[in-house]
């Protein structure tokens, strides 16, 4: 089964402070992707601004990407913001050549009381100027679920799955649309 996480007293009072720079980029959906999208992207070795990053999941999101595991088998792999920060992160900030941007296409978003779940459809790019002539070297749709409390939009876990021939992307995902 999944593991409780604790949260420590030194993460209760990094959200407070946070909370003050970060809580208008949550007050919405559309705001909370726009902001997830945008906290990734940068040229190698540029500094992403991780502590926001976390900001946006709650303390016990995941992500979650379908992708090959070691033994080459296709299937959900699961980890913590805080340990793909850890391992992405150093990668992102010390060890990638080329740039990483990513670009949503369109989004599908339902909401009911408090909750909200969008898929999202979105491109990756090496560079900016990959992404001005629409040159991606990958897609992925995401399926992001999400909660309203505490006065913010919380990711509580986010799950991609790569688009290829053999799943391509849905129409109804190519574009940006909102229901109640």
């Known amino acids: 089964m999944y593991k409780q996480l604790k949260i420590n007293q030194n993460q209760i009072k990094l959200f407070k402070i946070m909370k ?39 303390p016990q ?25 850890e391992r992405i992160g150093f990668w992102f900030n010390n060890t990638r050549e080329t740039a990483f941007y990513e670009r949503e296409l369109g989004r599908v978003v339902e909401t ?25 070297y990958k897609q992925d749709v995401k399926s992001i679920q999400l909660a309203y409390y505490q006065d913010r939009w919380w990711i509580i876990n986010m799950f991609w799955h790569g688009v290829t021939p053999e799943f391509p992307v849905p129409d109804r995902y190519k574009k940006f649309q909102q229901f109640p």
Request: contains cysteine; glycine residues 6%.
């Open 20 to 58: 003050k720079e970060y809580l208008e980029k949550v007050q919405t959906i559309d705001d909370l992707i726009t902001a997830f999208y945008a906290c990734l992207g940068g040229e190698p070795g540029e500094k992403r601004d991780w502590e926001f990053m976390k900001f946006l999941f709650h």
């Open 61 to 85: 999101g995941m992500k979650i990407g379908y992708e090959y595991d070691i033994n080459k088998n296709f299937r959900p792999q699961w980890i913590h913001p805080n340990d793909y920060i």
């Open 112 to 136: 009911y009381a408090n909750i909200g779940h969008a898929f999202s459809h979105c491109q990756a790019f090496h560079s900016k100027e990959d992404m001005a002539n629409n040159k991606p």
